[in-house]
């Protein structure tokens, strides 16, 4: 069992069930309507909890009734709060999300005006005991100075990033990490101004020549994942044939989850690919994220 601190936001989820993606400007009907907690951070978080490790969220709540259903769904995993800033007066983040029956896509439309987690709360953290950082790669400057603030407190504990939206200023948040957690849309949007980063693995041998000593992870949706060694080898895990995809909502959480587990345990490349697109793969084949490690064995 780890002690990791996760870094980031918690949402609302209110998800739609449709039995076809709408077209613009229609009117469908749900087939099921859920609301659930989300948010990536929170969402790893809860994935870390099922595999046997003690997470501290850092992040801000509001004082609605959305953060009473956010609270109490941390609180039944286990998730330590003592980190979270309540803004007084604040509305939670709320993702309307349609999800479609036919392949589990789910699209977000997301609605925040709610503060991000301020630099003043983090440095009240006690870091000392933690074996693991983990930050959503969001609200850049501040989120820069948590990491020197980490850097320059405790050198040793490692920390990991999740570099999931091409954010201005976002590549300032990799030096120094262990551990760089892409998505696909950050790769491809690199591919917009560097034609040379078209692919995974264009992507990764770049960002390995740069940053030598960290380890950079690539999910790909259905295509899986790819990662490259300190030495420079690029690696490949298929995702799981499914024989039904049911909700995709979170498999990104789940797949970092599933790495950072991986790295506590000291496991190799290739098998921290596998075992995070096997725990995915799970992901996508039910609602939500509860059991999900005990459905997996
Ligand atoms: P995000 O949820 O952040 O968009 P991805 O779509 O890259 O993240 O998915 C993360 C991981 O989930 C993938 O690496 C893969 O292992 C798994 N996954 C996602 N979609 C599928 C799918 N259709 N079939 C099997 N596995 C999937
Ligand atoms: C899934 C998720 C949702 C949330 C949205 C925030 O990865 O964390 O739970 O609404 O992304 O961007």
């Known amino acids: 069992m780890a002690r990791v601190l996760v870094v980031g936001i918690a949402t609302l989820d ?65 998730v330590n709060m003592d980190a979270v800033q309540v803004i007084t007066g604040g509305s939670s983040p709320t ?43 969001r609200n850049v400057a501040q989120t820069r100075a948590m990491l020197d603030v980490a850097r320059q407190r405790t050198p040793t504990i490692p920390h990991s990033v ?9 590549e300032s948040l990799c030096d120094g990490a262990k551990l760089l957690l ?21 992507f ?13 992870i690539c999910s790909w949706a259905g295509q899986g994942a790819w990662g490259v060694d300190q030495q420079g080898k690029i690696l490949h895990s298929p995702a799981q044939g499914l024989p039904c995809v049911v909700d995709t909502l979170g498999a990104g959480d789940t797949f970092n989850a599933a790495i950072i587990h991986a790295k506590l345990a000291g496991l190799p490349l290739a098998d921290s690919l596998r075992d995070a697109c096997q ?12 059991g999900i490690v005990q459905r997996q064995r």
């Open 162 to 170: 999740e570099i999931e939206k091409p954010r201005e200023g976002i």
């Open 95 to 137: 993702s309307y999300v349609t999800l479609n029956k036919q392949n589990g896509s789910r699209t977000i439309v997301h609605y925040r005006d709610l503060p991000e987690y301020s630099l003043t709360a983090f440095k009240q953290i006690d870091l000392t005991g933690f074996d693991w950082l983990h930050f959503e790669g």
């Open 279 to 290: 725990l995915a793969g799970q992901k996508c084949t039910q609602q939500g994220l509860r």
């Open 182 to 202: 892409y998505s696909r849309s950050y790769v491809q949007s690199c591919h917009v101004t560097n034609s040379e980063t078209s692919d995974p693995v264009t």
């Open 14 to 78: 209110i998800i739609n069930t449709v039995d076809d993606y709408p077209e613009e400007d229609a009117e469908v009907r749900a087939s099921a309507q859920a609301t659930r907690r989300g948010g990536n951070a929170c969402n790893t978080a809860v994935v870390l909890q099922q595999l046997g490790h003690q997470c501290s969220w850092a992040g801000t709540l509001a004082d609605d009734a959305s953060s009473t259903i956010i609270r109490a769904d941390l609180a039944r995993y286990g």
């Open 204 to 216: 990764l041998q770049a960002q390995q020549q740069i940053m030598p000593t960290t380890e950079h």
